[in-house]
């Protein structure tokens, strides 16, 4: 499978549908970190808002993500939009505005409105994932500008990112 394309329509669809408020799109995870096995991993990606988006928006974004998700690895795709005021400084446990993985799927399916509408919590394994971008920068796989959003997070919020994910048995 061409991954590839399926990450290229997927920011196609972002800049479509969040725009103005997107400011960028970043890969994380195995595939970032070249590890990526379509039989045991997803896509991950963290997906920056300089704003908070309306709950249309929000629906509209997730109706593509469950399309684009049908045609993703075996386990799917994962992804957070968080707002651009939480990467820098870096705020922890990480707040985010919506969270989408293929273990929700039946519920955004069975009730959207009500999904987007409580889907807007805290993420405490996010940190990981932001500490892995500070040397990564060809993360991006789509930002508004070059500037950098990522200040330090601490080193300590990497090492509890993987224990948690050793513990639920991802594919890390």
Known sequence: MDYQRLIDEFVAM???I????????????SLAMGCFNPLKSDIDLIVVLERGVTEKQKRD???QVVALNGRAPAKGLELSLVKREHCSPFVYPTPYELHFSPAHLRWFREDPDGYIQRMKRYRPGFGGAFYCHQPVWNCAVW??????????AQRGLYGQHLVRYRKRGSGY
């Not at 103005?20 to 995870?29: E, K």
């Not at 930002?143 to 330090?152: A, D, L, P």
């Open 14 to 16: 972002s800049r479509k």
């Open 18 to 29: 969040l725009s103005p408020a997107l400011t960028g799109i970043y890969l994380h995870g």
């Open 61 to 63: 974004f997730m109706e």
């Open 143 to 152: 930002r508004r500008n070059r500037q950098g959003i990522w200040r330090s």
